[in-house]
């Protein structure tokens, strides 16, 4: 009897430790404010249409996955998608988070919040100067 | 047993590692004047690449700077290079490690002039 609910108990532990692996994970974040996602023409009139953000994320198994040019540029469309003739994002929270799980799983995830603007491009007359 | 070794030993000395990884975007590779006219000219590419022995090659403004001026150098009058990526390789063969670092953008003619700021105090 008593043997029988020794068993039991180990069972349940190994059971709770089992899960609190599966569920558990570690998060690594890092982050930075970014001023501009293009490159803004001084010849240009800029003027901002609203908050936006943007979102990327990729999970892989044993390798964690990299930043990659494809996954910077997604993460900006994203962003400039939620505002029709968004050209660029400003002053903008830019922050990498690598997330990983129990049993080699990686998940990076790329978050922006920033300032959606509309950007015109045209020539300033900097000739009438002193 | 001797020609496996040969063989083993020409695999180790012909195979190489490398490995390429995205530095990310910079908007601007040089400062524009707020009083001036900035054009685009086209899309341009610049490499560095140096070979040292036992350690990698250390990524320094004159890396960064020679890559952008190859990048302009290709240009047709370019002056600025605006909307940056940059890449960086380290290829390694034996003792030998290569750091290759690219960059891509447009190349830009920025026209500095003079804006009217009189009206102030």
Not at chain 1, 53 to 71: H, M, V, Y
Not at chain 1, 100 to 124: H, R, S
Not at chain 2, 7 to 22: D, G, K, V
Request: proline share 5%; glycine share 8%.
């Amino acid at each position: 009897m008593i043997m029988k609910r020794f068993k039991k108990t180990v069972i349940l532990g190994l059971v709770v430790i089992f899960c609190s692996l599966l569920f558990s994970n570690c998060a690594t974040e890092l982050g930075t404010v970014v001023l501009n996602s293009e490159y803004v023409y001084p010849n240009s009139n800029v003027k901002p249409l609203g908050r936006t953000s943007g979102e990327w994320k990729k999970t892989t198994f044993l390798i964690p996955p990299a930043l990659t040019k494809q996954a910077a540029d997604e993460v900006i469309n994203n962003a400039l998608s939620k505002h029709e003739s968004a050209d660029v994002i400003l002053d903008y929270d830019y922050v990498v988070t690598l997330i990983t799980y129990p049993f080699w799983f990686y998940t990076l995830k790329l978050n922006i919040v920033g300032t959606a603007a509309d950007m015109e491009v045209g020539k300033q007359n900097i000739g009438g100067g002193k | 047993m001797k020609k496996i070794c040969i063989l083993f030993a020409a695999a180790i000395l012909f195979s190489n590692c490398s490995q390429t990884f995205y530095l990310g975007k910079s908007p601007q590779a040089h400062f524009t004047y707020p009083n001036a006219n900035v054009e685009p000219v086209g899309q341009v590419t610049g490499i560095y690449k140096k070979t040292k022995l036992f350690g990698p090659p250390p990524v320094t403004p004159t890396v960064q700077r020679t890559a952008w001026n190859d990048a302009l150098s290709k240009s047709n009058g370019g002056n600025v290079l605006i909307n940056v990526d940059t890449y960086y390789k380290l290829s390694i063969f034996l003792i030998f490690q290569t750091l290759t670092y690219r960059v891509e953008g447009t190349a830009a003619k920025q026209d500095v002039g003079l804006q009217n700021i009189g009206g102030g105090k």
